[in-house]
C-alpha cells in the first residue's frame, strides 16, 4: 500500500505503474501460452507423420528400427520404444474374457426376469470390452494398419494377432499383404457379379488367398509366441523387484499370484533370483533391468552427470568417478562394475559421524577412462565439455607427451576442467586458488590440439 498511497492520497503513477506491469505480464503469458501450444500442435504433426511412415514399412523390423533411429537421431534402444507394443490382454481373476462370457452364459440359462436381463447386460459390456481389444490389438500391428479391412476377413482372434504381431521378417510379412490384397480385390469384384462361372472364380481366388495366409499362421507354434511358465515367473520376479528395489524373497512371495504362490516358497525364489542376477545385499534384492543392461553407457553417463565427476588432479592424473549411498546404491554399483568390467569399487566409506556410508566407483587408469568415454560422450549432457578435455589429456599423456608444448596443454587443459566444474558454483574459491579467469578459459579454449593429435594419428596409421 505504501507504493500507491501518500499523505493518505492515492498516488495516481504507481498505481498507473502496477497496472502496465501486470498488463505486460498478462501479454507475456498469453504470448507462452501459445508458443507451448505451437510446441504441442507440432509434436502432435510429427507423431502423426512417424504413424502414418510407420504403417507402410513392411520390411524386416530390425532395419525398421535402424532407420527410425537414423531418422530421429536416437539410439537403437530409444527407436524401439516407436514400435507399438501390443496391448496386454484383460485378465478378470486370472481368467480372460472369452473364458468368464462363456462362464456367465452358463449361470444366465438358470436365471430369469430382470436378474437374467442384467447378466445379459453384463455379458453384452464385456464383448464390447473384449472388441475394442481386438481393435487395439489390431492397430498395434504397424504393418497390417493399412489392409485392417482385409484383416478382418479373416476373423480373428486373438491368437491369431499374437501370431501376426510377432512375425518380423520382411518376407513373410510381404507375403501376407500380397494375399490381403488379393482377398480384398476377389471381394470387390465378387461384390458387383451376379452368381455364375466369374463370381465362382473371385470366390476360389478369395479362399486360396485366406487359405494361404491361415496356413502361414498355422506354421507358427502357440509355443513360440507363449511364454513358458518359468519364464513367466522369471518375468514377474524382476519387474516385482524393479518396482519395490530392496524387497525381500519373503514379501516377493506373499506378492505372487495364487497359482505361483502355492507352487513356491521364499527359498525357490530365492534360487531363482541368482538365476536371473539380481543383486543380494543382506537378504535384499535388487536387479538391473533388461532396459538399462541394452543402454548401460547411455544409463553410467546419466549418473556421472548427476553424481559423478571428471577431473584432473594436481599431478594432471585423469579421474572419472561415480558416487551413490545406500543399499540401493551399493547393488547398482556392484552391477555396473560387474557389467563394465573396468574400474574399482570403494564400498562404505564413511563421511563424517552422521552422514550414510558412500559407494564409489572410481577410473583411475588412462585405460579405462579411455574406454568409459568413448561410450559416454555422446549420452552426456552437462559434463560432456569435461570428456572431451580429459580424452585430450589423455592423448597428450599416452603419445605426444615429448612435444614442447605437451606441459603448456595439460596445465590449459586442467584449468578448463576447474572452470567447467566450478564455474557455476556460488563459492569461487577453487577457481581463485588456480587464478582461473574467463577471459584466459576463451585463449585457452582456442588452444586445443585435439584435431592436430588425430591429424597426425591418423598419418603414422596410413604409415
Known amino acids: 500500500m505504501e507504493l500507491i498511497i501518500k499523505d493518505e492520497e492515492i498516488d495516481t503513477e504507481a498505481l498507473e505503474e502496477l497496472l502496465n506491469r501486470r498488463k505486460t505480464a498478462g501479454s507475456q503469458l498469453d504470448e507462452a501460452e501459445s ?30 528400427i535402424k532407420d527410425i533411429s537414423s531418422n530421429l537421431s536416437i539410439n537403437f534402444t530409444e527407436a524401439r520404444e516407436h514400435i507399438t507394443k501390443m496391448p496386454t490382454e484383460p485378465l478378470i481373476e486370472e481368467k480372460t474374457i472369452p473364458e468368464v462370457v462363456k462362464e456367465l452364459r452358463v449361470i444366465r440359462r438358470t436365471l430369469k426376469g430382470e436378474t437374467r436381463e ?35 476377413m479373416l476373423t480373428p482372434n486373438i491368437g491369431m494377432l499374437k501370431k501376426l504381431y510377432h512375425i518380423k521378417d520382411g518376407e513373410t510379412r510381404q507375403t501376407i499383404i500380397d494375399n490381403l490384397v488379393k482377398m480384398w480385390e476377389a471381394d470387390i469384384t465378387k ?159 564413511k563421511v563424517g559421524e552422521n552422514n550414510r556410508s558412500q559407494h564409489r566407483l572410481n577410473f583411475y ?44 596443454r595439460l596445465e590449459e587443459i586442467f584449468k578448463l576442467i576447474k572452470w567447467e566444474n566450478w564455474k557455476d558454483a556460488v563459492n569461487k574459491d577453487e577457481l581463485q586458488k588456480y587464478n582461473i579467469q574467463e577471459a584466459d578459459v576463451i585463449k585457452y579454449r582456442e588452444n586445443s590440439r585435439w584435431d592436430y593429435m588425430n591429424a597426425v594419428d591418423s598419418i603414422v596409421k596410413e604409415d
Not at 507440432?42 to 512417424?50: C, G, V
Not at 442384467?118 to 493399412?146: C, F, G, Q, V
Not at 568409459?372 to 597428450?396: F, N
Open 35 to 64: 508458443q507451448v501450444k505451437d510446441i504441442d500442435e507440432k509434436i502432435r504433426e510429427a507423431a502423426k507423420i512417424q504413424n502414418s511412415w510407420l504403417q507402410y514399412q513392411c520390411h524386416d523390423e530390425t532395419e525398421v
Open 118 to 152: 442384467k447378466m445379459s447386460s453384463t455379458i453384452n459390456h464385456l464383448i464390447k470390452a473384449y472388441t475394442e481389444h481386438l481393435d487395439d490389438s489390431l492397430d498395434s500391428i504397424y504393418w497390417l494398419r493399412p489392409f485392417k479391412k482385409s484383416v478382418k
Open 191 to 349: 461384390s458387383g457379379l451376379d452368381y455364375g462361372e466369374d463370381y465362382t472364380t473371385e470366390v476360389k481366388k478369395f479362399k486360396s488367398s485366406k487359405k494361404a495366409i491361415k496356413e502361414i499362421l498355422k506354421n507358427i507354434s502357440h509355443q513360440s509366441i507363449r511364454k513358458p511358465r518359468q519364464k513367466v515367473l522369471e518375468d514377474m520376479l524382476v519387474k516385482t523387484i524393479c518396482n519395490n528395489p530392496g524387497i525381500t524373497s519373503n514379501t516377493i512371495h506373499s506378492l505372487l499370484p495364487s497359482s505361483y504362490h502355492r507352487s513356491t516358497t521364499p527359498q525357490t525364489i530365492s534360487k531363482m533370483l541368482k538365476k536371473i542376477d539380481a543383486i543380494n545385499v543382506d537378504g535384499e534384492y535388487f536387479i538391473f533391468s533388461d532396459e538399462i543392461k541394452k543402454d548401460l553407457f547411455s544409463y553410467v553417463a546419466g549418473f556421472i552427470d548427476s553424481d559423478g565427476y571428471i577431473t584432473m588432479d594436481a599431478k594432471y592424473a585423469p579421474r572419472v568417478g561415480m558416487i551413490a549411498t545406500g543399499d540401493r546404491g551399493k547393488a547398482f554399483f556392484k552391477e555396473m562394475e560387474n557389467q563394465l568390467k573396468i574400474g574399482r569399487l570403494h564400498l562404505d566409506q
Open 365 to 408: 587408469s588412462q585405460g579405462d577412462i579411455t574406454k568409459l568415454l568413448e561410450k559416454t560422450i555422446p549420452h552426456l549432457r552437462m559434463k560432456k565439455e569435461q570428456g572431451k578435455l580429459l580424452q585430450e589429456a589423455i592423448m597428450i599423456k599416452q603419445n605426444f607427451k615429448k612435444e614442447p608444448w605437451a606441459k603448456t
